[in-house]
């Protein structure tokens, strides 16, 4: 796809399709009044005859109109007032959605003209972006039939003369969260089969080939041997495929500057190993490993948008699967920490290898670290699949996260990790349990990680309900990809400032 920023007037613009907004007291947008001046009164007749009711997210599409080459795509935005950040990016989603069936190929988008509160053109037009990358993803690597239902090659951005810089930032962001997402989100929706630790090795190698400023290591089984990480190595004794752990390291700021850590769950298929899962929807245990593509998508777009920050991250990729080798259920294994683990659930296999790569972040001296894993089918219970869940032992952080979660309309929501959950995790025969029994499993997963995040500033998102959609529409979401972004974003500000 192709972006661009217009500040021409509209009738000096060709394209297949204008897009505009209205509002449900049937009030027009600049652009939407002067199209409808064009085009003899089509917009308001739309909303006269009760056609559109201008509701936010509501659109329709008019294929011929006099006065006008283009399509005219009107979309409501809602009560007539300045939109809520979350409602400009549903208008957005709608409008990118009506067109995804169309011959459109050329798109002109006026909606970054109307009011947003505490939003400004580097945000809307950054939003923009983002929301028709989106809709123009569509997974093909294996089917026959490699032609996507959007036809969309460019899409254009009107801004006022005075806004353009902004508006070029921030669609220049929006180029490279929009690369960030379609990576995650193509990684995601990989089978495991192709998608195996081996795999996204090679494809974090590739993202960090193409930016001077991007390096990678990958630690092979012998290394974690090495580094005495017996809790990871213990998972992927059922799997034939080598586990590996993925460290991308991006410098775009002085190496005296502490290092960002992102930890992303890798398991490239997650059938619960001895403690196997029931066999309805196992293939969406596919999606295990959306937390390592996130990572490696986030630092892919990190380094597109030259943030002057360094961020590390760290993928821990590997299988659970039952084999005579596997973990049993009763096996004790002594953690890089020195911590003992007794394995009662070999399901719970994220937190085994995600508790060695958070003690291997120490070395990293780290300012914070921040972990996202498909950990807990709980999470869903709890939260549904609207919100990631968001633990962690640092107010600030959490308190950051949440501002940069409002600001990118990719949602969190906290939970508390309070000292009493932890006694859940005793063990009469190793320093602690894997599981800590029915109760608050979110919470209890997140206790198991904290006892290995003590010496730094940790957040840990759980991405179970998030990460993927379920059923018709099943598919790779790209979250929190768009957080962690704004996260970062947020963080490079802050040095600016
Ligand atoms: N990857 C799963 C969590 C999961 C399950 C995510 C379903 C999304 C949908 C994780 O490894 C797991 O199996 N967790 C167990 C933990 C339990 C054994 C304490 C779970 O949630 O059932
Ligand atoms: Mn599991
Ligand atoms: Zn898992």
Known sequence: MDYSIETAPLEKLQSDCIIVGVYQDKHLSPAADAINTSTQGMVSQLLERGDLSGKNGETVLINVAPGSHARILVVGLGEHKPLSTKNFCKALAAAALSLRKTPVKHAVSTLAECAVTDADWNWKSRQTVQAFADSVYQYTHTKSDKATESKLEKLSITAPEAQLAFAQTGMAQGVAIAEGISLTKFLSDLPGNICTPSFLAEQASQVASQSAQMTVTILEEADMEE?????????????????????????????????????????????????????????????????????????????????????????????????????????????????????????????????????????????????????????????????SGLLGNDDDLCQDLQTAS??????????????????????????????????????????????????????????????????????????PVPLLCQYLLDRAVKLDA
């Not at 998508?297 to 991250?313: D, E, F, H, R, S």
């Not at 290995?452 to 099943?474: C, M, P, V, Y």
């Open 227 to 387: 580094l005495g990480m017996g809790s990871f190595l213990s998972v992927t004794r059922g799997s034939r495929e080598p586990a590996k752990l993925i460290c991308l390291h991006y410098q775009g700021a002085a190496s005296s500057e502490k290092p960002i850590v992102l930890v992303g769950k890798g398991l490239t298929f997650d059938a619960g190993g001895i403690s196997l899962k029931p066999g309805p929807g196992m293939d969406e245990m596919k999606y295990d490993m959306c937390g390592g593509a996130a990572v490696i998508g986030t630092l892919k777009a990190a380094a597109q948008m030259q943030l002057p920050l360094n961020v590390i991250g760290l993928v821990p990729s590997s299988e659970n699967l039952p084999d005579g080798n596997a973990n049993k259920p009763g096996d004790i294994w002594t953690s890089m920490a020195g911590k003992t683990i007794e394995i009662l659930n070999t399901d719970a296999e994220g937190r085994l290898i995600l508790c060695d790569t958070l003690t291997y972040a120490e070395r990293f001296n780290p300012d914070v670290v921040i972990d996202l894993a498909t950990l807990t089918g709980a999470c869903l219970v709890a939260l549904g699949r609207i919100p």
């Open 406 to 479: 409002e600001t990118a309309n990719d949602s969190i929501w906290r939970l508390p990790l309070w000292e009493e959950y932890q006694e859940l995790l005793q063990s009469n025969f190793a320093d602690m349990a894997n599981i800590g029994g029915k109760d608050a499993g979110t919470i209890t997963a997140a206790c198991f990680l904290s006892r290995f995040a003590e010496n730094f500033r940790w957040a840990h998102l759980d991405i179970a309900g998030t990460a993927w959609r379920s059923g018709q529409n099943k598919g790779a979401t790209g979250r």
